[in-house]
Structures are given as structure tokens and as C-alpha cells.
């Protein structure tokens, strides 16, 4: 089975920057896959923050985080990136990485097959 393993998360002032990183148990797994981030607030369901296809070259951000988050991947490291810059309290969450074995870029939690455990993203005022 494989597992994605998130990293980076922490407290950070607003305006500040976080990166995190996910990267995959098994080498070359995200090579075929789409790859996405995505963020729960409590008391809220799972929302959509930004995937990309296996390229790399075809993002897809959530409204809120355009100009400001930028997912990224780096397949012969197994790894995804989200760099957050200009972090807003709302931003607060857990942050998840999803892989979905498909080339289609989706921005529905439910069309990802594998999760890894999520990162805490704590942003004060």
C-alpha cells in the first residue's frame, strides 16, 4: 500500500510563508498520477487548494489561493510541493495530499484514491 507522507506545516504569522512538501513510499508512484492538495478547517468538509497534472505544467488553483499558493512537483524525487506565500489566517488547517490515478486534473476530493495523514497550518493574526 502506498502512502503519501505530508511535511512542512507549522505556525506561521500572517504574511508569512510556508512550503510544504508530500512525497510518495514508493519510488516513481506519482510519475502517472495527478496530484493534489487539499486543506480541512474544523467543522468544515474538505475543500479544494490546487493540483496538477504529471507534467507539472498544468496547475489548477482554488479562488482563494490563486496569486498566492503554487503546487509544484518533482517526480524523480517522488515529491509535491505547495509553496504558500502571504499566508492569511483563513488559510488555518489541515493541509492533505491526494494522488489520483488518472491524467485528468480534478479538483474533487472524491476522485483521489490515496491520502497521506495531513499537516497542521496554524496562521495568527
Known amino acids: 500500500q502506498v502512502q503519501l507522507v505530508e511535511s512542512g506545516g507549522g505556525l506561521v504569522q500572517a504574511g508569512g510563508s510556508l512550503r510544504l512538501s508530500c512525497a510518495a513510499s514508493?519510488?516513481?508512484?506519482?510519475?502517472?498520477?495527478?496530484m493534489g492538495w487539499f486543506r480541512q478547517a474544523p467543522g468544515k468538509e474538505r475543500a479544494f487548494v490546487a493540483a496538477?497534472?504529471?507534467?507539472?505544467?498544468?496547475?489548477r488553483y482554488a479562488d482563494s489561493v490563486k496569486g498566492r499558493f503554487t503546487i509544484s512537483r518533482d517526480n524523480a524525487k517522488n515529491t509535491v510541493y505547495l509553496q504558500m506565500n502571504s499566508l492569511k489566517p483563513e488559510d488555518t488547517a489541515v493541509y492533505y495530499c491526494?494522488?489520483?490515478?488518472?491524467?485528468?486534473?480534478?479538483?474533487?476530493?472524491?476522485?483521489?484514491?490515496?491520502w497521506g495523514q495531513g499537516t497542521q497550518v496554524t496562521v495568527s493574526s
Open positions: 491526494g494522488a489520483r490515478s488518472s491524467l485528468v486534473v480534478s479538483s474533487r476530493a472524491h476522485d483521489y484514491d490515496y
Open positions: 514508493e519510488r516513481t508512484f506519482i510519475y502517472n498520477n495527478t
Open positions: 496538477v497534472n504529471w507534467r507539472g505544467n498544468i496547475p
